[in-house]
């Protein structure tokens, strides 16, 4: 893979959010593979596919791409909060990329969220743009990277150094069954996986579990019952095989992230 982009072809380009555009779509039209099946390379989507930039041709999976010269390790910019959440509930948000490019243009930061893990509770409503401003009451949006646990937050390119294309694959492989669960609940799965990792534990009880009730809540204001839902996506997430039952209350992680410990706030770029 190589790192370069190739910032002469956007010299008909003025704006910066277009030069980015153009410039880190050339890199993944030429140096991307996909991630979800042996395919070594991925095709623009055409221009009346919203959101969705690349399609793999092989496997068809959807993929966004976000560029991006700084990012923060807590969130992410991204589109009108509105499309994103029918996109949610519709089940049709493509796996995003977050690409983030140095001032020579070289590709520092290279990260897979798999769509599984873009539920509502991982958005950030943002303030409507002011009276002043061009597009005045557009609400985007923020995507929340510390509410995505670290299986869903995938490395393709680390500070300049590429992953290996079987690790990132085996990373995606071990993820994908989670679009099995319906767009509906997924965002509890996701939530309660997430409380899951933060513990760094490789044993732990329900009711280490129920520590976090307060915050599963703020999460799903709309729902009173957030102990049952705990105990249910705990059975969720042991027929995904991400954990197992030891005894009555009791429970082990049997997968592991595969020293996925990359991805921590420690080695991200500061904005
Ligand atoms: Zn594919």
Not at 40 to 47: D, F, G, M, P, V
Not at 102 to 126: H, Q, T
Request: proline share 6%; aromatic share 6%.
């Amino acid at each position: 893979m190589n790192l370069q982009c190739r910032p002469d072809l956007a010299s008909g380009y003025k704006a910066g959010s277009q030069i980015a555009r153009v410039v880190s779509e050339e890199w993944c039209a030429r140096e991307l593979y996909c991630a979800a099946c042996h395919s070594k390379r991925l095709s623009q989507s055409r221009a009346n596919t919203p959101a969705v930039d690349f399609i793999c041709p092989e496997c068809e999976q959807s993929f966004q791409l976000k560029s991006l010269k700084t990012w923060s390790p807590r969130k992410i910019p991204d589109a009108a909060y509105d499309a994103m959440v029918r996109s949610i509930r519709a089940d049709k948000t493509p796996n995003l990329l977050v690409l983030q490019y140095s001032a020579e243009w070289l590709v520092r930061n290279l990260l897979l969220i798999p769509r599984a893990f873009l539920s509502e509770s991982v958005l950030e409503k943002r303030a409507p743009l002011s009276s002043h401003a061009r597009r005045a009451g557009w609400v985007g949006c923020n995507i929340l990277l510390g509410r995505i646990p670290e299986d869903g937050k995938i490395t393709m390119v680390s500070n300049g150094s590429q992953v290996a294309v079987e690790q990132v694959r085996l990373e995606f492989s071990r993820v994908r069954r989670l679009t099995e669960v319906p767009p509906a609940m997924r965002g509890w799965t996701v939530d309660v996986l997430n409380v899951v990792r933060m513990m760094r534990k490789s044993r732990f009880s329900l009711r280490e579990l129920y520590e976090s009730e307060s915050e599963l809540r703020a999460l799903h204001p709309a729902n009173q019952n957030v102990r049952p839902k705990i105990r249910q996506q705990l059975q969720v997430l042991r027929d995904l095989g991400i954990i197992g039952f030891t005894s009555p209350g009791n429970y082990a992680v049997v997968s592991q992230m595969p020293g996925n410990t990359r991805w921590q706030s420690a080695d991200l770029p500061r904005e």
